[in-house]
């Protein structure tokens, strides 16, 4: 079985700041790892993912992600937040046949 | 191009009510997630079908049931709702072994 947590539920910072949302999972196997975010009453839309390869992740919206294999954690950044990455968060897991496993969720609240 | 589709959009059932939240994609993806989303508990994998035929058991699936109609369509139905089933509904699709999910809008579910 795999599991994900996410390690703040709540995460306020002011525009143009930088911003770290935490992601640590746990996996007897190799698993891939997925950011999503989610805008005010849409679905989720993928940020970036790790498969294999190199350990840092860029993705849209000027966010990248850390895959940590010995602290089992796949962290979000992003250097400069605007207004607009306002949203909740989501680390998901996959083992690569579907039916992802979700962490509980970040919300990001971009202060002006 | 619309996607993954759900309808309705908002609903609002009485305890022992039925009703069938309907997907529909037009992706040709072989793979249908149901999602269901409560706060601070991410999403949680209801049923999913990885492929047209196919219908299998996800983390939560009790007082639902899911019919795979075609590869587009994919329906979620509450035999007799309960309050414990207010919840946001999302379904995704994937097309196997390519990883990305892809969520429709949603269905927002009150059962009073």
């Known amino acids: 079985a795999q599991s994900v947590t996410q390690l703040d539920s709540q995460v306020p910072v002011f525009e143009e700041a930088p911003v770290e949302l935490r992601c640590n999972y746990s996996?007897?196997?190799?698993?891939?790892l997925f950011w999503y975010v989610q805008y005010p009453n849409q679905g989720l839309q993928l940020l970036l993912k790790?498969?294999?390869?190199?350990?840092l992740v860029k993705g849209i919206n000027g966010f990248e992600a850390e895959f940590n294999k010995s602290q089992t954690s796949f962290h979000l950044r992003k250097p400069s937040v605007h207004i607009s990455d306002t949203a909740e968060y989501f680390c998901?897991?996959?083992?690569?046949?579907?039916?992802?496993?979700f962490g509980q969720g970040t919300i990001l609240t971009v202060h002006p | 191009n619309a996607g993954v589709t759900q309808t309705p959009k908002f609903q609002v059932l009485k305890t022992g009510q039925s009703m069938t939240l309907q997907c529909a994609q037009d992706?040709?993806?072989?793979?249908m997630y149901w999602y269901r989303q409560d706060p601070g508990m991410g999403l949680r994998l209801i049923y999913y079908?990885?492929?047209?035929?196919?219908?299998d058991k996800g983390e939560v699936p009790n007082g639902y049931n899911v019919s795979r109609l075609n590869k587009r369509e994919f329906s979620l139905r509450l035999e007799s709702a309960a309050p414990s089933q207010t919840s946001v509904y999302f379904c995704?699709?994937?097309?196997?072994?390519?990883?990305?999910?892809?969520f429709g809008q949603g269905t927002r579910l009150t059962v009073v």
């Open positions: 998901a897991v996959s083992r690569g046949v579907g039916k992802l496993t």
């Open positions: 992706m040709n993806h072989n793979s």
């Open positions: 790790y498969l294999s390869g190199s350990t």
């Open positions: 996996s007897s196997v190799s698993v891939y």
């Open positions: 079908s990885a492929s047209e035929g196919t219908t």
């Open positions: 995704a699709t994937q097309q196997i072994p390519n990883t990305e999910a892809f």
